[in-house]
């Protein structure tokens, strides 16, 4: 029973590259999030997708895009990285909003 | 104002304890109110939901919400080691996304 399943745990990038943050569920939630989480600020939300086939901005989406691939897996991607993005990002997913989400194990990402 | 609000801590138990742990928010529209417990360098794990107000037990967990007050709280009775982690808060109203605390860390000690 995976639940939300995050690639790659781990991961540094130089100032100005690009990468995709994959995630997949296997809860047949239709409510997908990303997060990021920094010291003292606590989870603040990218993008979500409502449901499959949608996609919508959250708090913090300047300098991320993010595509509903299917009803499984909703991906993050970074064009031109920065150091103001180095943080841990989290995938979570959700039968629907204001239900409880689960969320995956992490990604961390260091921008140099 | 932050729309939820939550003392970061730490705070230090000894076994046995009762904790308490609570949050603060603004928004009287909120309705949905959830308890997640994150271990370090791990993601959040959901530990209690609830609609509305009143008090919702599982375990040795307790959760209530004082709508009328715009806080709620979460209880740990005969605290362990093994609770030592950070408790995040969060809260929706009807058809948003949950505004999550910025969570705080709990140190029981043995």
């Known amino acids: 029973n995976a639940g939300v399943t995050q690639t790659p745990k781990f991961q540094v990038l130089k100032t100005g590259q690009s990468m995709t943050l994959q995630c997949a569920q296997d809860m047949n939630h239709n409510s997908m999030y990303w997060y990021r989480q920094d010291p003292g600020m606590g989870l603040r939300l990218i993008y979500y997708?409502?449901?499959?086939?949608?996609?919508d901005k959250g708090e913090v989406p300047n300098g991320y895009n993010v595509s509903r691939l299917n009803k499984r897996e909703f991906s993050l991607r970074l064009e031109s990285a920065a150091p103001s993005q180095t943080s841990v990002y989290f995938c979570?997913?959700?039968?629907?909003?204001?239900?409880?989400?689960?969320f995956g194990s992490g990604t961390r990402l260091t921008v140099v | 104002q932050k729309e939820v609000e939550q003392d970061p801590g730490p705070l230090s138990v000894p076994e046995g304890a009762i904790v308490s742990l609570n949050c603060t928010y603004s928004?009287?529209?909120?309705?949905?109110f959830m308890w997640y417990r994150q271990y370090s360098r791990k993601g959040p794990e959901l530990l209690m939901y609830?609609?509305?107000?009143g008090n919702k037990e599982d375990g040795r967990f307790t959760a209530q919400v004082d709508k009328s007050s715009k806080y709620i709280s979460l209880f740990i009775r005969d605290s362990q080691p093994s609770d030592s982690a950070t408790y995040l808060c969060?809260?929706?109203?009807?058809?948003?996304?949950?505004?999550f605390g910025p969570g705080t860390r709990l140190s029981v000690l043995p």
């Open positions: 969060a809260m929706s109203a009807e058809g948003q996304n949950f505004v």
């Open positions: 997708s409502a449901s499959e086939g949608t996609t």
């Open positions: 609830t609609y509305s107000s």
């Open positions: 928004n009287s529209a909120f309705q949905y």
């Open positions: 979570a997913s959700s039968d629907r909003q204001n239900y409880g989400y689960t």
